[in-house]
């Protein structure tokens, strides 16, 4: 059964008709009309398939050509659902019944297809699903950068050529934030609008109060008057070159105020925007409208929660002859996991000095929060009673007070340049490193439970560093990143180990650069503590001109009185004088005469005025005690007496017990200069 052209045309709907092979050899009237095209009076079917083929969305021309190969195949009845470009370029979708004409041999003569619109119901079913998968996108980041770039990706190419996003800064402007080109040659012009105010300053604020009454705005065909009218004078050019035909705008409104808009534009494309356009559309913005400004929000706490943390950090790291220290901090690589990684050093006004570094369980700006108060903790204690497990405990009840749902791993040690003695303690920290002069590394034996896990009991355990060498603490992120923690810790000890990092300028970012070679996708924080050596550093008692050293036997008197007035006579050369110089001595007389009465033996005093407070250190072999600053209950007695007229007379004084035996007094002289 053959249709003639009369026919064929008065079917209401788009159809054509084709050969036994599925070779296209009429239109009908309907088709014409639909794709815009003239209907010739004669057509090869070489031309007609090049017609259906250019007419047929770029996405469905290959399924359709194989679909409708294969259903002539099987002889029979079947359908296809396509896309066909309409006369204005806007693509909609039909579902396509093709049925065989006639049969010869038990084959079809010809055969029809009947066209029927069904974009309505097709877009309706998409547009469910493309909004929910828009949904999905928008909520997989709280990077702003990244919430901006993933929206316009949504809409270009499919509902535009170009489009760009304008969000109202502090100064109530509309500026253009992100744009993207469907065309990578246009690319570049379009980002020229990032950052910059692309309206003409006197109709933006029409624009601004226009967008404000919550109103999309469709511009069907736009001129270069329009353009010249709208566009900044810097940026006319550039949006010339983008040749912008019709533009869509719709506001971006979230909880009950507009925070910017979302332009679109069609250039390229021979299609418009109209009415239809804006369910969709207007759908899409509600939910990015949350989005931006959830990640607006976001990027503004961490922001405040980074600007907490540097301001948590030290300022600067202590100053001591023959030790150098460095430090870093670094972000994660995903910014939206800021935590609450720290690390401190400060110097007591004995010499000595205190470490601490941890990490806060958890991100963002009440990590920081926490990480702010325990650092303040410690360093509170520290000035008080500068014991390592006395800090810990102190943070440990702090935090189980405030913050009982958090834990904390932290590490302190209070390091003594006299001796190089460290007295550590750690709250389930990853244990330092420490490398020798030849290059050997060896780790601290430091456990416990961490900070918010702690219990009552625990001891502080001590080492003497080498008189040349590194020690390395370090928060988990600088060993975790590839996720195994053996191996990141066998890779941090052959970086600690390469004389090219230990002895750099800064030790601490060259061993983060060299076991993070990728970055790091949690914080990171290094400190490094590097003893340059006796033959640098010329020991630690005579570091400066005002400092000295003194070591003889406690039977020794010549030598006792020889270091008395040598002390003197430094105070003086120093500017001490009068009382103050007096109160000096008595200290020296007391300390020496404790050690000659109690510690018999070897005697070496420190003088160090490096600093401007002066410092004086006795040590001695003898069995070591605890420091109890308080009149003895026997006024009569002699026992106890000397060391409370020294405490009583400097503006710090300790006694601790040393490493390898015997007592460390250390006693803060006054001055007067504070």
């Known amino acids: 059964m053959l249709f003639r052209a009369s026919e064929i045309d008065a079917i209401p709907q788009v159809a054509w008709i084709a050969t036994s092979a599925g070779r296209i050899r009429r239109f009908n009237r309907q088709w014409y009309e639909y794709a815009g095209l003239r209907r010739p009076a004669r057509a090869s079917s070489d031309r007609l398939e090049r017609q259906w083929s250019a007419t047929i969305h770029r996405d469905d021309r290959r399924f359709g050509r194989r679909a409708l190969r294969d259903g002539i195949a099987g002889g029979e009845a079947f359908t296809l659902e396509l896309r066909f470009r309409r006369a204005d370029g806007v693509p909609r979708w039909f579902r396509v019944a093709v049925s065989p004409l006639g049969l010869s041999q038990q084959r079809a003569t010809g055969w029809l297809a009947l066209c029927t619109d069904i974009d309505d119901y097709k877009r309706q079913g998409q547009q469910f699903a493309f909004i929910a998968k828009a949904g999905e996108v928008l909520a997989e980041s709280l990077d702003l950068q990244a919430t901006l770039e993933r929206l316009l990706a949504i809409i270009v190419p499919e509902f535009g050529d170009w489009a760009a996003i304008d969000l109202f800064d502090e100064y109530d402007r509309l500026e253009t934030v992100a744009a993207i080109h469907a065309d990578p040659r246009k690319l570049v012009l379009a980002e020229c609008l990032v950052g910059r105010y692309n309206h003409d300053p006197k109709v933006e604020p029409h624009i601004a109060a226009f967008l404000r009454k919550n109103q999309p705005l469709i511009l069907r065909e736009i001129g270069d008057a329009q353009i010249e009218k709208a566009a900044a004078p810097d940026l006319l050019e550039v949006i010339r070159a983008l040749a912008p035909r019709s ?79 460095s430090g870093i901090y670094v972000p994660a690589n995903d910014r939206e996991l800021l935590g609450g990684d720290w690390y401190d050093a400060l110097r007591l006004s004995d010499g000595r000095i205190v470490i601490s570094i941890g990490d806060v369980a958890g991100t963002g700006l009440a990590a920081a929060v926490i990480m702010s108060s325990m650092r303040q903790v410690i360093r509170g204690v520290a000035q008080v009673y500068p014991d390592p497990v006395a800090m810990l405990d102190a ?87 590839e996720h195994d923690v053996i191996e990141g810790l066998e890779r941090l000890a052959r970086a600690t180990a ?40 010329s020991s630690y008692a005579i570091a400066g001109p005002r400092s000295r050293r003194w070591a003889f036997d406690s039977g020794d008197i010549s030598a006792a009185h020889g270091a008395r007035h040598s002390f003197v006579a430094t105070l003086r050369d120093g500017g001490l004088r009068g009382d103050r110089l007096d109160t000096a001595e008595l200290v020296f007389g007391e300390l020496l005469g404790n050690v000659v009465r109690y510690a018999p033996g070897p005697i070496e005093i420190f003088f160090d005025w ?65």
Do not use: M
């Not at 943070?395 to 958090?406: F, Q, S």
């Open 247 to 325: 533009a869509v705008t719709i506001p971006l409104r979230t909880r009950g105020r507009t925070i910017g808009s979302l332009v679109a534009y069609w250039a390229e494309t021979p299609r418009r925007y109209a009415s239809e356009d804006l369910p969709l559309l207007c759908e899409l913005t509600k939910r990015a409208a949350v989005a931006i400004e959830n990640a607006r929000l976001y990027e503004r706490e961490r922001e405040i929660a980074a600007q907490f943390q540097r301001a948590a950090l030290p300022i600067s790291l202590p100053q001591v002859a023959g030790i150098r220290f």
């Open 395 to 481: 943070a440990d009840r702090t935090l189980k007070t405030e913050y009982p749902e958090t834990f904390v791993t932290a590490f302190v040690g209070v390091f003594d340049p006299v001796t190089r003695a460290l007295s550590y303690a750690s709250a389930g920290h990853p244990t330092p490193l420490i490398r020798d002069h030849r290059g050997e590394v060896t780790t601290l034996d430091a456990i416990g439970l961490p900070l918010g896990l702690r219990v009552r009991g625990e001891t502080a355990a001590s080492t003497i560093l080498p008189e040349s060498g590194l020690v390395v603490f370090y928060t988990d992120g600088l060993i975790e990143a």
């Open 498 to 537: 390469r004389p090219e990092v230990a002895e750099s300028a800064n030790p601490a970012d060259a061993l983060y650069r060299a076991v993070l070679q990728s970055g790091n996708a949690d914080d990171v924080v290094v400190l490094t503590l590097r003893l340059e050596g006796a033959a640098e550093r």
């Open 610 to 674: 490096s600093d401007p407070t002066p410092v004086l250190h006795v040590l001695d072999r003898g069995p070591g005690f605890a420091l109890a600053p308080k009149l003895p209950s026997d006024l009569l007695s002699e026992r106890g007496r000397g060391l409370y007229i020294v405490w009583s007379l400097t503006d710090d004084f300790n006694v601790t017990q040393r490493h390898d035996g015997g007592s460390h007094a250390r006693a803060v002289l006054s001055t007067g200069s504070s």
